[in-house]
């Protein structure tokens, strides 16, 4: 059975830190793409961070470069989400996401486009 279930989010002082985790049950017996999207209020969703679980490889919108960390932990069946720096307008809620049998280079276009299964979401409020 795969589920994607979400946690870690909270509230945070601007230039604070936060690390997300999603428990990805079911999605590492094989490559699958993962990632984390956002939506805040009265906006569209957006892609934050994808990975290939296949080769670990890693894409980033632009907004998070250098602020946001994935990673993956396989042991665990887990993914993270290390958010640095963080700043008033990444208040949103965080949502984990899978797109199963995806290959490596779908995983990119993902950011963009969405994927098929998600969590429920975890907030992330930043404020001072």
């Known amino acids: 059975q795969v589920q994607l279930m979400e946690s870690g989010g909270g509230s945070v002082q601007p230039g604070g830190s936060l690390r997300l985790s999603c428990a990805a049950d079911?999605?590492?017996?094989?490559?699958?793409?993962l990632g984390w999207f956002r939506q805040a209020p009265g906006k569209e969703r957006e892609g934050v961070a994808v990975?290939?679980?296949?080769?670990?490889?890693?894409y980033y919108a632009a907004d998070a470069k250098g602020r946001f960390t994935i990673s993956l932990d396989s042991a665990k069946s887990t993914m993270y989400l290390q958010l640095n720096s963080l700043k008033p307008e990444d208040t949103a809620m965080y949502y984990c996401a899978a797109a199963p049998g995806a290959t490596g280079d779908y995983c990119y276009l993902t950011l963009d486009y969405g994927m098929d299964d998600w969590g429920n979401g975890t907030l992330v409020t930043v404020s001072s």
């Open positions: 079911g999605y590492f017996y094989s490559a699958n793409c």
């Open positions: 990975i290939y679980t296949g080769s670990g490889r890693t």
